[in-house]
């Protein structure tokens, strides 16, 4: 593997090498603003040279050659198909499609997993379904289902590997390694927790406050009985919670702590005031997934929390996984509990799961390491000249996130920034800065995307109105040399 910390992948020729640079990286290099545009508007000369992608948008090539296999050996005339891990997934796939008119079939494939197949008119709405849902099959599951041998992990190494995870995730909230529940990825948590919710208090409405990441949003809105959305990015949005639950009772209010890519957080205590004066038993999920739970107690509020294993906590970039935790304070906890227990269809597959305990060993340091670098270039940036604003947890999180703050924690990796001109001079910058550039976050390496035009490209303007700028540039810092990171934001700011 290559050492991204000493020499990135951050040159033209360096498009669509996975990150970090092995069969099992979930993100992709894209080194040129060119190449993000071309990447969005599926230039055939940029997309051609991509050797991986983010797993739950651009299928890595050992998926995509499981998926021909199986329609090879599934599919008739004028079908394709898809493989879940397990066959539950492909069922609700197909309960998915059918809400177009679109019939579907869902089998049980090779080695345990889902299969379903569907006419090639469908094949836009599936594919949606395995991305909003994040119950996908990884590389290193594919591989084995393909006769690829890629781990040495049995199914026992991954069990114990598996309980290993919840009691570390279990130690620092302060719960319970039975209130901890794992998931092939940070998307089929939520969806997790979005279905026991609209399934335990049906016909219910969600709200989600802040701009989120954009699938959570999305997830909301595309299942259950719809979502208020409340970016707040006006004083009185407050007031308008207050008034929708005054008005009607909600399956639950969503939040991130802090947000991605605004790093802002929601006034957490006057969220606590107005719930009580008006349902207390509202649940609230919280998503910790840029502070980590190494830096905040999201507990504090929130009935259940919500995170993307795959960014902070396992900082190699090389495995998908997500988690739900149950607070044992929460008075939903047993219906939760009990829910999740019953429903449990997914899991870590074995291979993912040791690289995930293996790779999470030391996650307090790094965390902690990367939060000071982030902190760091942060403010730097901040007093540069060419710089129009900058976005972190420590000035943005407000009194929401010092709510949640562990005594001494951080702040997370992650921030964002805007260049003066932003559209004149945000592509020449990109172009010379000399680190990982790509979409996800939380890698030991530096980690710098176009948040805004990778995520929201169709709905720009949206995105605008929320206070997201197009030239929004996300930073996730990793464990470089405080001063070599300074140092090459420096010159590619002079380029």
Known sequence: MSDLLHHPLWQADSLGSPLPDDEFG???????????????????????????????????????ELFTVAERELAGPGERCLVFPRLVHAERCVQFIARDGHVGRAMEWRHGLGAVTFPEAAHPKA??????????????????????????????????????????????????????????????????????????????????????YVDVLKLQQMFGSGAYFLPLVRPEEYDELRGILKAEALAGIFCEVPS????????????????????????????????????????????????????????????????????????????????????ADNRLWHGDAVALERNSRDFAERAERMSRNALALAGWLRGHPKVAKVWHAWEQGGAGYEFIRREGGGYGCLFSFLLKDAENTSARFYDALRVCKGPSLGTCFTLVCPYTLLAHYEELEWAAQCGVPSHLIRVSAGLEDEADLIARFEQALAA
Request: charge should be neutral; charged fraction near 20%.
């Open 127 to 212: 594919r949606s379904y395995w991305r909003f849902c994040g119950e996908i099959v990884s590389t290193r599951q594919a591989c084995d289902a393909l006769g690829r041998r890629v781990t040495e992990a049995t199914v026992e190494d991954g069990a114990r590997a598996s309980r290993v995870i919840s009691e570390r995730l279990a130690g620092f909230s302060g719960q319970q390694p039975e209130d901890v529940f794992l998931f092939p990825s940070g998307m089929a948590a939520n969806f997790a927790v979005h279905r026991m919710l609209t399934t335990l208090f049906p016909g219910r409405r969600t709200a989600q406050l802040d701009f989120p």
């Open 260 to 343: 991605n890519p605004m790093l802002r957080c929601a006034d957490l205590e006057r969220l606590l005031a107005i719930r009580a004066e008006t349902r207390p038993d509202t649940p609230i999920i919280a998503d910790d997934t840029i502070a980590t739970v190494a830096h905040a107690d999201a507990m504090r509020v929130a009935d259940v929390v919500t995170s993307s294993l795959t960014k902070s906590f396992s900082g190699v970039g090389d495995v998908l996984a997500g988690s739900v935790i149950l607070n044992r304070a929460s008075p939903h906890h047993a219906a939760f509990s009990a829910f999740l227990k019953s429903h």
């Open 26 to 64: 979930v993100s992709v290099s894209l080194p040129l603003w060119r190449h993000v545009i071309g990447y969005e508007e599926k230039d055939p000369e940029v997309v051609s040279k991509f050797r991986s992608g983010y797993p739950r948008f651009c299928c890595p090539p050992a998926v995509a």
